[in-house]
């Protein structure tokens, strides 16, 4: 049986993704290219984590439902071991994303991820993994936000090293940087965009941003699309990489994917330049792709 090296803690869900050559029109219609895909942010950088070899399992809540189903079949045909509560009454989560020129516009619903409790936790942790991410959505709401909490605390009392990937800015403001701080401090590794960051340590460059979130967790890594991204850890040395040139197809689950490459790397004992390189790689890969995920036949695991 193959040791389990990190565990995600997330949100599992249906993305509807819409990819046009036009930007929205109001009170008219578009052509679009249209699809449904596994998608969810902690979904997405399991799936991608175990198509870079990285034994992982995957800790959500779904419906009982055929939509719940059908996720939790996806992750596991990409071999990701989903420890995956189906919750009776609940809906499987699902967002509608609207792709025009690499920017993305989401409607979410998400459903029985709310539901995420401590006990799906201790569920995914019984895996024995030696490192625990969690996705920044599930910060964003209780009672999911007091499962996120107690995924870290458990994991520190277990020995873990620990990472958050931030998301949703317009939705972090309404819970308030105070809140959000106060759940990712002394975290091992933060990551967030720009205006993630900047919800919760003021606008600044990049590099800036990155130090002032590294001074609530070891280090911190800003991602900056286009223009690459920084590392910096507390009280010491910023790193800055260059993205990957790339036609974009499709940006949905690329900060996912840069995530799963940044982590892939750090876990293996890559150097934050190495970490970087391997986050910017496959983020570029994402980009290529409609849909926030690899396939089947993209997985490298052994």
């Known amino acids: 049986m193959v040791t389990t090296v990190a565990v995600v803690v997330g949100d599992l869900v249906t993305d509807v993704v819409a990819v046009s050559g036009q930007p929205l029109v109001a009170g008219s219609d578009i052509p679009a290219a249209v699809a449904v895909r596994g998608g969810g942010s902690g979904a997405n950088t399991a799936a991608w984590l175990a198509a870079s070899g990285v034994p992982t399992a995957f800790v959500g809540v779904v419906g009982a439902d055929g939509a719940g189903a059908d996720r939790v079949a996806e992750l596991t045909d990409l071999g990701v071991r989903a420890v995956v509560r189906r919750a009776e009454g609940a809906a499987t989560g699902s967002v509608v994303v609207v792709s025009h020129g690499g920017e993305r516009t989401m409607l979410s619903d998400r459903g029985a991820n709310l539901l995420l409790s401590p006990a799906d936790v201790d569920a995914g942790l019984a895996s024995g993994a030696r490192h625990l991410h969690l996705s920044g959505y599930v910060l964003l709401a209780p009672p999911a ?69 590294a001074a609530s967790a070891g280090r911190a890594v800003v991602k900056c699309g286009a223009a690459g991204a920084v590392w910096a850890r507390a009280r010491g040395e910023v790193i800055e990489a260059a993205a990957q040139p790339v036609s974009v197809v499709d940006a949905t689950g690329a900060g996912d994917a840069f995530t799963a490459g940044l982590l892939a790397a750090w876990l293996s004992g890559g150097s934050p330049a190495e970490a970087l390189r391997a986050g910017t790689s496959l983020g570029a890969a994402a980009i290529g792709l409609i849909g926030g995920r690899p396939t089947a036949g993209d997985a490298t695991r052994s």
């Not at 998301?167 to 965009?193: F, K, Q």
């Not at 340590?201 to 941003?209: D, T």
């Open 145 to 213: 936000r007091e499962a996120g909490r107690y995924a870290l605390a458990a994991a520190r009392r277990h020995g873990l090293t620990t990472s958050v990937d931030l998301a949703a800015a317009a939705i972090m403001r309404r819970v308030g940087p105070a809140e959000i701080l106060s759940c990712v401090e002394g975290v091992d590794l933060i990551l967030a965009n720009r205006q993630e960051a900047a919800v919760l340590v003021g606008e600044a460059a990049p590099a800036e941003l990155a130090a002032r979130l």
